[in-house]
């Protein structure tokens, strides 16, 4: 960018002079002048950063797990996040497989459709993706299509379409074929 005004050594509260260039705990400082097509491309590996970290968070989180057993207060310990946030990050990322995720959709997106079976989750999450829905979108249309199908389980129930598993003794709407 020409024009622009140098950019100072970052200090932080403690008074110790940060990186010049580069990312730190609480800023970022570009490594030189830059033009307008670096300066986008920084930005579109800021964004990328950002968008990954709660997956990359999930899966540390997972993988320690498995290995060592539960380990939330000391990942709390080691990473600042509080332990419940952990438990959930973690849920989200071992609910969602990693060929599931989408890397054009958010980390709270899939967080939205975590609990649901495999093959809804791939359905809502090109949904998501191919109508370019916000996650404030994709919560209403969860929503609205929960309330349709227990609706029409209410139908069933009052015109007696109803089947029971044997196994569990959930009770489901019969479908015609």
Partial sequence: MTGGTAIAPVRTRGGDAGTPNGVTSVGWVPPKELDAREWVLAGKRLGAM??????WLGDW????TSR???K???????TGYDVQT???IA??????EISR??????????AEICALEEEEQEQWLDLAAEQRMSVADLR?????????????????????KMVRCPECDHQFPLRAP
């Fill in 50 to 55: 950002n968008r990954c970290s709660q997956w």
């Fill in 61 to 64: 989180l997972r993988y320690g």
């Fill in 68 to 70: 060592w057993g539960e």
């Fill in 72 to 78: 939330y207060k000391e990942a709390a310990r080691i």
């Fill in 86 to 88: 952990l438990r959930n």
């Fill in 91 to 96: 849920y989200v990322a071992g609910q969602v």
């Fill in 101 to 110: 995720r989408r890397d054009n959709l958010t980390w709270s997106h899939h």
């Fill in 140 to 160: 209403i249309e969860l929503r609205t299509e929960r309330r349709r199908r227990e609706g029409e389980v209410d139908e069933a129930k009052a015109a007696g």
